[in-house]
Nanobody, 122 residues
């Protein structure tokens, strides 16, 4: 499956962005999905995950209450709604798909999108 993430950009602190992950090649419904983010010199950080069918959702601690992950399997698309953004949220955001288990472990994911830059100004 090929993944493409987009929707990043520059936003002021307190603002919102919605990221989209569009899949092609295979149906997304067969995969657990996740969002990760990375800043230079740091490891890729778990942001959120959503299980097949959308029944299981998990967030990184600093994202709880501010971010919302969702999926629309009919459109082969996943979303990340980010609210109350902070400068610390600035990073390249990646979407990923796991054929097996998903969750917070980045090594569980088999396919990755190219990343979209999010920059939050103070």
């Amino acid at each position: 499956v090929q993944l493409q993430a987009f929707g990043g950009g520059l936003v002021q602190a307190g603002g919102s962005l919605r990221l989209t992950c569009a899949a092609s090649g295979r149906a997304l419904r067969g995969y657990h999905m996740g969002w990760f983010r990375q800043t230079p010199g740091k490891e890729r950080e778990f942001v959120a995950s959503i299980s097949r069918g959308g029944g299981g959702i998990h967030y990184g601690d600093s994202m709880k209450g501010r971010f919302a992950i969702s999926r629309d399997d009919a459109k082969n698309t996943m979303y990340l709604q980010m609210n109350s953004l902070e400068p610390e949220d600035s990073a390249v955001y990646y979407c990923a798909a796991a054929a097996g288990v998903g969750g917070w472990g980045r090594h569980n994911y088999d396919y990755w999108g190219q990343g979209t830059q999010v920059t939050v100004s103070s």
